[in-house]
């Protein structure tokens, strides 16, 4: 909750989307992101094809090389100090999971890559998917929208100003381009934090309870009335942005959730 006491504390992601795919039938499933750090390639790829299949078929595989080292550190997971090295380790299982679910079933997936390397995989268990999206998360000039470009259905920029969701969508673009893939094909997203408040009272005691000032959050995120934030929606729906995704961070609070599905989407359904 932002308060140091790390409560109410993370759940695995992968184990998470398990149970919700049991208990959902519609909605669709995955991370903003998975950061290649936390799991050797083969367990996670049997991970997210058996999740797609729980699910029918909802699963997207977001994918990161990995930021927090507080974290990694906290539950003895080892962390490469050097982008470069996490990148490189990105990449590898970009292509590993890629060759995995096109390989036809009972053909073995051999690859030596710079991080990580397999010999004569089975490539088991194919997803439900042929295959599940991949979504590569990220602000990056160079690494990030290369990567995009070649491996993913969607490229998300997290957290950032419209003005860098322009800048940067131009170059995953033009790396499409590079590699004359039709930039028509990969999906261009945002993630923002919302507070949302019938009247500016509610607006100020949900802001309060994550901690963030209300002007930070209006100029930083999605903060105001649903009609407020439904018009910043809009601007980066003219910018090129064709999903965005929400962040909220008091669990707690449903009758929170409850308003943004209401009245916020009732504004943009109209796109």
Same mark, same amino acid.
């Given at each position: 909750?932002?308060?140091? /006491?790390?409560?109410?504390?993370?759940?695995?992601?992968?184990?998470?989307?398990?149970?919700?795919?049991?208990?959902?039938?519609?909605?669709?499933?995955?991370?903003?992101?998975?950061?290649?750090?936390?799991?050797?390639?083969?367990?996670?790829?049997?991970?997210?094809?058996?999740?797609?299949?729980?699910?029918?078929? %909802?699963?997207?595989?977001? *994918?990161?090389?990995? #930021?927090?080292?507080? @974290?990694?550190?906290?539950?003895?997971?080892?962390?490469?100090?050097?982008?470069?090295? %996490?990148? @490189?380790?990105?990449?590898?299982?970009?292509?590993?999971?890629?060759?995995? #679910?096109?390989?036809?079933?009972? @053909?073995?997936?051999? !690859?030596?890559?710079?991080?990580?390397?397999?010999?004569?995989?089975?490539?088991?268990?194919?997803?439900?998917?042929?295959?599940?999206?991949?979504?590569?998360?990220?602000?990056?000039?160079?690494? /990030?929208?290369? =990567?995009?470009?070649? !491996?993913?259905?969607?490229?998300? =920029?997290?957290?950032?100003?419209?003005?860098?969701?322009?800048? *940067? %969508?131009?170059?995953?673009?033009?790396?499409?381009?590079?590699?004359?893939?039709?930039?028509?094909?990969?999906?261009?997203?945002?993630?923002?934090?919302?507070?949302?408040?019938?009247?500016?009272?509610?607006?100020?005691?949900?802001?309060?309870?994550?901690?963030?000032?209300?002007?930070? =959050?209006?100029?930083?995120?999605?903060?105001?009335?649903?009609?407020?934030?439904?018009?910043?929606?809009?601007?980066?729906?003219?910018?090129?942005?064709?999903?965005?995704? *929400?962040?909220?961070?008091?669990?707690?609070? =449903?009758?929170?959730?409850?308003?943004?599905?209401?009245?916020?989407?009732?504004? /943009?359904? %109209?796109?």
């Amino acid at each position: 909750m932002g308060d140091g /006491t790390g409560l109410p504390g993370s759940t695995d992601a992968w184990v998470t989307l398990a149970g919700l795919a049991r208990e959902t039938p519609r909605i669709r499933l995955g991370t903003l992101v998975t950061p290649v750090t936390f799991r050797p390639v083969g367990p996670l790829a049997v991970s997210v094809a058996q999740v797609d299949h729980m699910s029918g078929g %909802r699963v997207e595989l977001g *994918l990161g090389a990995g #930021w927090f080292d507080d @974290e990694h550190h906290a539950y003895g997971i080892p962390y490469p100090t050097s982008a470069g090295e %996490r990148f @490189e380790l990105l990449e590898d299982q970009l292509e590993i999971i890629s060759r995995f #679910w096109a390989a036809p079933a009972g @053909e073995h997936v051999t !690859y030596a890559g710079k991080r990580v390397s397999v010999i004569d995989s089975p490539a088991l268990p194919k997803p439900f998917q042929s295959p599940p999206p991949i979504v590569m998360g990220g602000a990056g000039l160079r690494r /990030t929208p290369r =990567l995009a470009a070649r !491996y993913a259905a969607e490229w998300n =920029l997290p957290f950032c100003p419209l003005s860098m969701f322009v800048e *940067l %969508r131009a170059v995953v673009l033009g790396a499409c381009e590079a590699i004359d893939r039709d930039p028509a094909t990969i999906v261009a997203s945002v993630a923002q934090v919302v507070c949302c408040g019938s009247d500016e009272a509610e607006i100020a005691r949900r802001a309060a309870v994550i901690g963030r000032e209300v002007d930070e =959050l209006r100029e930083n995120g999605l903060c105001g009335t649903p009609t407020e934030i439904a018009s910043k929606l809009a601007t980066f729906h003219d910018a090129g942005a064709t999903r965005c995704y *929400l962040q909220f961070l008091d669990v707690d609070d =449903l009758d929170h959730l409850g308003l943004v599905a209401a009245e916020v989407m009732n504004e /943009t359904a %109209r796109w």
